[in-house]
């Protein structure tokens, strides 16, 4: 895919079997770019992938569909927020010495947290520096981000939101001057 991804597209399944079948029913379905596929905490498998939305829906749907009996979660969000990109790849280099505030949510749920990095980067001038998926955490998932006090709470608050209605929230924080060694070390 050589245009700009604008949509992202994921696949959670309980079974490490049924994630590589629908991973290969993905990428035939549809042109999208594979941008993590890979055994999940407590035996499970994620499949996400970045295109246009029909691409994205077509690539999903047919994973689904190869998932029997073992889908836990398909999602689709559209039109992304670019910083969602380079954050899931864990390839934003951020300099502690320039890091201002700090801002996490945690959700219960892997796919959900990109949804929700995707809502707190649209609602504030914040910086994305890390969306985790699931792994070494129980399956969970949750982003971190930097910025002014104002717009890390703001952030914070619109991502957490979406989590909360999903009934999936863990916690949020915001750390107003945390030390920078907490910009050093993630899981």
Known sequence: MTEPLDAIGLLEVSSIALGHVSEDAMLKAADVDLLLARTICSGKFIIVVGGDVAACESAVEAGASHATGGLIEKRVIAHVHPSVFPAISMAVDLDPAEAQSLGVIE??????????????????????????????????????????????EAAVSAGATVAAEEGILVAKSVIAAPRKELFREFV
Not at 117 to 143: C, E, S
């Open 107 to 152: 959700t219960f749920s892997a796919s959900s947290i990109v949804d929700v990095a995707d809502t707190a980067a649209k609602a504030a001038a914040v910086t994305l520096f890390r969306i985790h998926l699931a792994m070494a955490i129980g399956g969970k998932g949750y982003v971190m981000l930097t910025g002014d006090v104002a717009s890390v």
